[in-house]
């Protein structure tokens, strides 16, 4: 057992893949969880979700679905794999349950020796160093328009089935995945569903030739600008033009590493059968009416904003960090933030494709520099940002962050060769 302790923040699907990569490794780990449960948005989340990526590339590394799962498992089957998970590692034995960080402070020069963790129930610990692991999908994203509406009116962060929805003419404001995945709720229910898409989007099939892309092996291993292409004929085949769908406007650009995707087949199926209608951004609010882009007006009785979410670090001096477009600069995989030493992120980047491996592989790659940091006086973070470029993206194509991971584990490499010869 290492004679340093080490603090997650959060037991969700990243929180506690770290903890399980950690523990494995004979690390000293305590987990502060807010709620009484682990898994996180997965028990809260709209009961029809589904992934959109397959059972089979979207587990936690040395843990599969199970096989009886279908090949896009449900919400309420993933919240239950992920609490498996959890029960098969033993790691609410690591874990502080109702309990919330509430402050961080680092120790030496920026962090260099640690961190002060402040809890809700009083308690004041030092550890060696903190891995934020709190997620980036429960801090509602709403966009404020001139006026007011009168219907009901709800972030899809606290949509969960058709009994949130008052009356019958529904509007989802964003054509993300969320909001693809409830406008085609609202239409299964045989409601008038609207969906206002501001800028146009680029749709992909959840399958080609009927297997998921994300096992389509032979593209991902195409080089990056060559399986752009390929990828977006295939798509042009499957989906065809934007034009073909009756109200989506064009997407600035149609290059897949650009624009990144929704995956949603259904949409596009309820468009065409008219059972869903596209309106363009919204002017104001007034009343029960609704004004859009194109001078028309409409008239709703609920409104679902699936406008996404903000980074929220509530526990952490903003300033301590350097930020871009609302999100911490990062570098090494996106786990290491730039500004401060012995602090690291897991799940505060979203490559494409199936995100629990993404959790599992940022743990690995922690591990390795917390072990490092524990045999030498190296200062990860500096070296990080003096070695290669700071990125703030969240949602990255994966072959990109592949090649920062691959960077990454090199540098590693090498200071620990370096070590090992001074």
């Known amino acids: 057992m290492s004679a340093h302790r080490y603090c997650v923040i959060g037991a969700g699907a990243a929180g506690l893949a770290t903890m399980a990569v950690l523990l494995e490794q004979g690390f000293d780990v305590v987990c502060f969880e807010k709620t009484d449960r682990v898994a996180g948005h997965w028990h809260t989340d709209y009961e029809s979700l589904h992934l959109i990526t397959s059972r089979d590339v979207s587990g936690f590394d040395g843990y599969p679905m199970p096989p009886e799962y279908p090949v896009y498992p449900s919400r309420d089957q993933m919240r239950d794999y992920i609490v498996g998970f959890a029960e098969s ?223 929220a670090l509530p526990f952490l001096e903003a300033s301590l960090l350097r930020w871009r477009d609302g999100v911490p600069l990062r570098t090494a995989g996106l786990t290491v933030p730039v500004g401060v030493e012995n602090l690291y992120f897991t799940g505060l980047a979203a490559p494409r494709g199936g995100q629990l491996p993404v959790y599992s592989a940022q743990a690995k790659l922690i591990a390795r520099m917390l072990r490092l940091t524990e045999a030498s006086d190296v200062h990860i973070a500096r070296t990080f940002a003096r070695a290669e470029k700071a990125d703030s993206r969240i949602d990255i194509v994966r072959k990109i962050w592949s090649k920062q991971m691959e960077r990454a584990h090199r540098l590693i490499d090498k200071l620990e060769r370096d070590h090992a010869a001074a």
């Not at 949409?267 to 869903?276: A, Q």
């Not at 609704?290 to 009785?301: C, I, P, Q």
């Open 89 to 311: 590692r033993r790691l609410a034995e690591h874990i502080r349950f109702g309990v919330e960080v509430v402050s961080l402070v680092p120790l030496g020069d920026s962090g260099d020796t640690g961190w002060r963790v402040e809890c809700s129930d009083g308690t004041v610990a030092d550890f060696d160093a903190v891995i934020v692991a709190n997620g980036h999908l429960w801090n509602p994203n709403l966009p404020e328009y001139e006026g007011r509406f009168t219907g009901k009116s709800m972030h899809s962060a606290d949509y969960h089935d058709l009994a949130d929805v008052e009356g019958t003419r529904v509007l989802v404001v964003g054509a993300g995945n969320s909001g693809c995945d409830l406008a085609v709720d609202m239409a299964n229910a045989r409601l008038e569903s609207f969906i206002s898409v501001r800028r146009g989007q680029m749709f992909q099939p959840k399958a080609i030739f009927g297997k998921p892309r994300g096992e389509l092996t032979w593209l991902a291993k195409l080089p990056l600008p060559l399986q752009e292409r390929v990828s977006r004929a295939l798509v042009d085949v499957v989906v065809g033009p934007t034009s073909a769908y009756r109200g989506l406007p064009e997407p600035a650009t149609r290059n897949l590493n650009k624009q990144p995707p929704v995956v949603n087949n259904l949409l596009l199926y309820w468009i065409h059968h008219g059972r869903i209608t596209v309106v363009p951004g919204i002017t104001r609010l007034d009343g029960r009416t609704v004004h859009f882009t194109d001078g028309s007006r409409r008239e709703f009785d609920t409104i679902l904003w699936a406008t996404g979410y903000k980074v």
